[in-house]
């Protein structure tokens, strides 16, 4: 994407609207995405440092005036830097606070927006920490009443859910013109952050308003993370910065946004709803239509409701292009007919592989694996039709090769030529070159003795016919040639049963191998999936930990003692996570391979075998 276009705009009304283009972008993103957004007060910098994580000096528009540059959200899909595989999404919004602006409200709905698309926010600030700048924060206290967990869901509980799915904070301070001191101590900015969260003892109403903001701050948001910014450049230079070389500006803020950039690079992670669901660029774009549709309706936006379209879309999105993009792969790739089953076999494998992994990647909260089973019924049922035109073509192309080989001593046979003496030993001749002929020749498929089989046993009876008006055999050399042509019969027969049966163990091994397929990429998901839930679960019952130790520390008992609860909750969820994953995963495997029983039947023989040995590999 060659620069950034705008995601969400107001329209006419004032009614806040996702852009089709953008969407449009989103969509062609099948990758995770890591979405970082940047929010902050109007002309602060933003945007400029936007451009830098992109790698660019210009791309988001800076503004050199003191009006506001920046409108609605803006978007600008990268490929990442360092994550391989993954798309940097990155998200400048509209600058808050713009006095000739005045919408408190749709402010709020961009911060919200902010914070429920990307999984990294960036907030920037002019100067310092200090309670003015934590004031402008303000947005940060409503929260609870602009984004909901689940519908139905206490206000209180809601809040406590928060941390699971809000992005890693990064504060970034820009001119930033104090030394990093505390008590004659040079400190880190992690350390100037932390000091400037912390909490002040009392409940009177000031110290409340004082202790709000940060609260909020160190109940929702873990990681947290703070760079400082010296000024850039001089004073002149400034207001042209979009124009500025690096050797223009100060090395030591050229350096603070080096460390800014590769921290975010290095950590800031792929975008998950709840448990671990990653998203991918066009489950992005899904994602903010959802939630501002919501918000256009005069609604809340709701996790839960979220992630419940999001997987009612994507699933049956990712079954579609799954089987779409088999069916082509095939029409592409095959020629029909192939000289062996195995032939087809491959070339099957091969797109069926690639169509597993366009819908596991595609699909998203897969409920019962009910998609899943649904594709590889699909997927099936397309593979035997094609096995079923491959015999079918086979079988029409042998039939016209034999007549063509065959040609001459038909016309030999209606015309009696070879019921005469010395009649036999020509037909048997004649037979043999048609026979090889036939053989010698390519591209009549996998059906050639079968085929071959059937022609020949209708002629059985004439050969014995010929071979009994031979009268220049005697009776016992009859006797040897009636025994040969029995064999030979016979011989035919095992070749054609022969070449019958490698068909249908190819097919079976093929019915074996989707179902092992589906297994394999199911198994592979639900472990990385796991994974971030655990990683995720862990982060949070970390941060929640550090949380309650800085209320004791505080004098906020009470709170600290409240938070057990959240604390213990989380601690249950861990333990039963890791109790019940491997039995999850099995589960989930078990359940496509009952089903697979019904449809597939080769697999079906299989798949007691295949279960047992499950609990063995996650023991
Ligand atoms: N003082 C100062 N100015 C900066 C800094 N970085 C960029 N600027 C300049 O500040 C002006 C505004 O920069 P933008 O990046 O457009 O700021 P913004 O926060 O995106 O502004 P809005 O979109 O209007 O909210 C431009 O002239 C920039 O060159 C900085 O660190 N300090
Ligand atoms: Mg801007």
């Given at each position: 994407m060659p620069e950034p276009i705008c995601l969400i705009d107001s329209d006419e009304n004032g009614c806040m609207c996702v852009r089709r283009e953008a969407l449009e972008i989103l969509e062609q993103i099948t990758q995770p995405v890591v979405v970082v957004a940047i929010v902050g007060l109007y002309r602060t910098g933003k945007s400029f440092l936007m451009n830098r994580l992109?790698?660019?000096?210009?791309?988001?528009?800076?503004?050199?005036?003191?009006?506001?540059?920046?409108?609605?959200?803006?978007?600008?899909?990268?490929?990442?830097?360092?994550?391989?595989?993954?798309t940097l999404v990155l998200l400048d919004t509209e600058g808050l606070g713009d006095v000739d602006k005045g919408d408190e409200k749709h402010d709020t709905w961009i911060f919200s927006l902010a914070i429920l698309l990307s999984s990294s926010l960036v907030y920037n600030s002019m100067g310092t920490i200090n309670n003015h700048a934590l004031e402008k924060l303000h947005y940060v206290t409503k929260?609870?009443?602009?984004?909901?967990?689940?519908?139905?869901?206490?206000e209180d509980d809601q809040s406590t859910e928060f941390m699971s799915f809000f992005p890693s904070f990064v504060w970034t301070v820009r001119d930033f013109t104090l030394k990093l001191e505390l008590e004659g101590q040079p400190i880190t900015s992690d350390q100037y952050l932390d000091k400037a969260l912390k909490l002040r003892p009392g409940s009177s109403k000031r110290t409340e308003q004082y202790n709000l903001p940060r609260r909020c701050l160190r109940e929702f948001f873990s990681p947290r993370k703070c760079f400082v910014f010296e000024r850039p450049t001089t004073e002149e230079k400034m207001s042209q910065m979009e124009q500025l070389k690096d050797a223009d500006?100060?090395?030591?803020?050229?350096k603070e946004v080096g460390d800014f950039c590769s921290y975010i690079f290095t950590n800031a992670q792929a975008k998950t709803m709840r448990e671990g669901l990653e998203l991918t660029g066009r489950m992005l774009g899904t994602l903010a239509e959802t939630y501002v549709e919501a918000i256009s309706n005069g609604q809340v936006p709701c996790l839960d409701n979220a992630?419940?379209?999001?997987?009612?879309?994507?699933?049956?999105?990712?079954?579609?292009?799954?089987?779409?993009?088999?069916?082509?792969?095939m029409s592409r790739n095959v020629q029909l007919p192939t000289e062996t089953q195995e032939d087809l076999s491959e070339i099957h494998t091969d797109i069926q592989r690639e169509a597993v992994n366009i819908f596991i990647s595609g699909s998203f909260n897969d409920v019962e694996q009910r998609h899943q089973i649904e594709l590889m019924r699909s997927l099936h049922s397309v593979y035997e039709e094609y096995c079923r035109d491959n015999v079918e073509t086979s079988r029409k192309m042998c039939k016209s090769v034999i007549s063509r080989v065959f040609s001459t001593l038909e016309t030999e046979l209606r015309k009696g030529s070879y019921m005469r003496p010395g009649g036999y030993t020509e037909y048997r001749s004649a037979q043999e070159r048609a026979i090889e002929q036939y053989r010698s020749e390519k591209g009549h498929g996998l059906m050639s003795?079968?085929?071959?089989?059937?022609?020949?046993?209708?002629?059985?009876?004439?050969?014995?016919?010929?071979l009994a008006a031979d009268k220049s055999l005697t009776e016992s050399q009859q006797e040897i040639e009636r025994l040969r042509l029995k064999a030979e019969a016979d011989e035919q027969q095992r070749m054609a049963l022969?070449?019958?049966?490698?068909?249908?163990?190819?097919?079976?091994k093929d019915q074996e191998r989707a179902y092992e397929e589906n297994k394999k990429?199911?198994?592979?998901?639900?472990?990385?999936?796991?994974?971030?839930?655990?990683?995720?679960?862990?982060?949070?019952?970390?941060a929640k930990l550090e949380e309650q130790r800085h209320l004791m520390e505080n004098g906020f008992k009470d709170r600290a003692e409240r938070m057990q609860r959240d604390i213990d909750n989380l601690k249950e969820k861990e333990k039963k996570l890791k109790m019940t994953w491997s039995s999850l995963i099995s589960t989930a495997l078990e359940t496509i391979g009952t089903a697979a029983l019904f449809f597939l039947p080769g697999p079906g023989k299989l798949v007691g075998f295949g279960l047992s040995a499950l609990s063995k590999v996650f023991k």
């Open positions: 992109a790698g660019k000096n210009n791309g988001f528009a800076l503004g050199a005036t003191i009006e506001s540059k920046t409108k609605g959200i803006w978007m600008w899909c990268v490929r990442h830097p360092t994550k391989e595989g993954h929260l609870t009443e602009h984004i909901k967990v689940k519908s139905g869901l206490r500006l100060k090395s030591g803020f050229l992630v419940e379209s999001l997987s009612q879309i994507q699933n049956k999105r990712a079954v579609i292009e799954a089987l779409d993009f088999y069916k082509s792969e003795e079968e085929v071959l089989q059937e022609y020949l046993s209708e002629k059985e009876g004439i050969g014995f016919n010929i022969e070449e019958q049966k490698r068909r249908t163990k190819q097919q079976d990429q199911l198994q592979e998901k639900m472990k990385r999936k796991t994974q971030i839930a655990m990683q995720d679960l862990d982060r949070v019952l970390n």
